[in-house]
């Protein structure tokens, strides 16, 4: 063992020394997943987050972070390694490089597994659902086609003092040179960006690249928060939903390349949308789910889009100008909602919040329009964990539960959950 390296013989065992040191280096046996691409394990009574483990490990860890109650840690030497556990085919994948992939030392099956019992652990400790009552914590995550590497469609390199693009460490703005990023989507990868390809960047904090599903291949250079358009077109098109979309290389459209397929085929099949139906897309970005309900809807139906960043607004009313039976309003939701931008009845939502989640207020009002069902859309499981319990404090159920693995190698997964009003 190295010297200055503390060994516990059981996950939890007191040895009465004092709390764990930046940098310290500890032997620790590695328990469950837990959310943000960690491990638990504890130490003298300590929590300690473990990255680049699985469970059931024996690890030595290095402490990089120390908090009141918990620390963060790198597994920086594998002692008895898990049977999911393989070599990760990225060489920045590893302790203090690269920050972007957080499960590429685990095999690809098993990352689905990782991701679901993530999910199903915040559903429990943050949604208060009870695990033998409720049919949708027996959730799945799916893998989409393509497999996991090569990817990525959007990819933002950030540009170092020395003009290199590189990606960020984990949980720092440090930039790490990279020659290639394997998650990238393959014209992403053969874009002159990187010091590989000889790219410089004097005058750039940053470097971002679309390569869009309608063929488009834009580079674009961020300094003090203005952008300068390198190559390519500065609106690129997607195709989605039976349709095309053309919106700003800047925009927000999902970054794998099946996604929003993926995406608004849950949602059509959970809310199952009936001709003539008032519908409600919040949080709508450029219109994909309004498009989609706009076609079950009918020319009798009803779809209200509502959606706050002022390019997103333009992309939703320029690519659904032809369905007449779409409005799209320009507010924030919860200020749509309280001051009664949109009022019901309204028979089905799509809510498709941020990371940060829709929030109870925003809950309480959707309850209050009494809709017969609402499709959430959601990234981070603890914020839909949060916004489920508001939903069931207030007498309606999680019904049905679909998780889709949108970002392979990534801590990251997507759910689509299915909320009804009490039987």
């Not at 483990?53 to 390694?81: K, N, Q, S, Y």
């Not at 470097?207 to 961020?222: F, L, N, P, R």
């Not at 309280?338 to 498709?352: A, E, F, H």
């Amino acid at each position: 063992m190295n010297q200055g390296t503390r060994q516990l013989d059981t996950p939890g065992a007191e040895t009465g020394r004092g709390g764990l040191t930046e940098a310290e280096r500890v032997e620790l046996t590695v328990a469950a997943v837990a959310p943000g691409g960690h491990c638990v394990a504890r130490v003298d009574g300590q929590v300690v987050f473990v990255r680049h483990a699985l469970p059931g490990e024996r690890v030595v860890a290095e402490v990089t972070e120390v908090h009141r109650g918990f620390v963060r840690a790198d597994a920086v030497r594998v002692l008895a390694a898990a049977p999911d556990r393989v070599t990760p085919p990225c060489p920045y994948a590893q302790p203090g490089r690269c920050g972007g992939c957080d499960l590429q030392h685990v095999a690809p099956d098993a990352q689905l597994r990782w991701k679901a019992d993530v999910v199903r652990e915040q559903l429990i400790r943050l949604g208060g659902l009870d695990e033998a009552g409720c049919d949708a914590l027996d959730v799945r995550v799916e893998a989409l086609p393509g497999g996991p590497l090569g990817w990525r469609s959007r990819v933002r390199y950030s540009v170092d003092a020395a003009g290199r693009a590189g990606l960020l460490k984990h949980r720092s703005h440090e930039v790490v040179p990279v020659d290639r990023c394997l998650i990238a989507h393959p014209a992403v990868q053969e874009l002159p960006v990187l010091t590989s390809t000889g790219a410089h960047w004097p005058d750039a904090d940053a470097v971002e690249t679309v390569a869009s599903t309608g063929g488009d291949v834009t580079v674009t250079a961020v300094a003090a928060g203005d952008t300068r358009l390198v190559s390519g077109p500065d609106r690129v098109r997607e195709r989605a939903a039976g349709r095309e979309w053309t919106l700003p290389a800047a925009s927000f459209w999902q970054v794998h390349p099946a996604a929003a397929d993926t995406l608004v085929g849950a949602v059509l099949e959970l809310v199952g949308p009936r001709p003539g139906e008032r519908t409600w897309d919040l949080y709508g970005g450029a219109g994909l789910f309004a498009a989609a309900l706009a076609e079950r809807v009918g020319t009798t139906g009803r779809v209200t889009l509502v959606e706050a960043a002022d390019d997103s607004v333009a992309a939703a009313r320029q690519n659904l100008a032809d369905l007449r039976q779409v409005e799209v309003v320009a507010a924030r939701v919860q200020t749509a909602l309280s001051r009664r931008r949109i009022t019901g009845p309204v028979d089905v939502v799509v809510l498709d919040p941020p990371r940060s989640g829709a929030g109870a207020r925003v809950v309480r009002d959707l309850v209050a329009a009494a809709p017969r069902a609402v499709a959430y859309v959601a990234c981070d499981p603890a914020a839909f964990a949060r916004d489920v319990r508001v939903f069931t404090d207030l007498g309606w159920r999680l019904a049905a539960l679909r998780g889709y693995d949108l970002f392979p190698m990534t801590q990251h997964v997507e759910l689509v959950g299915l909320l009804l009003p009490a039987r």
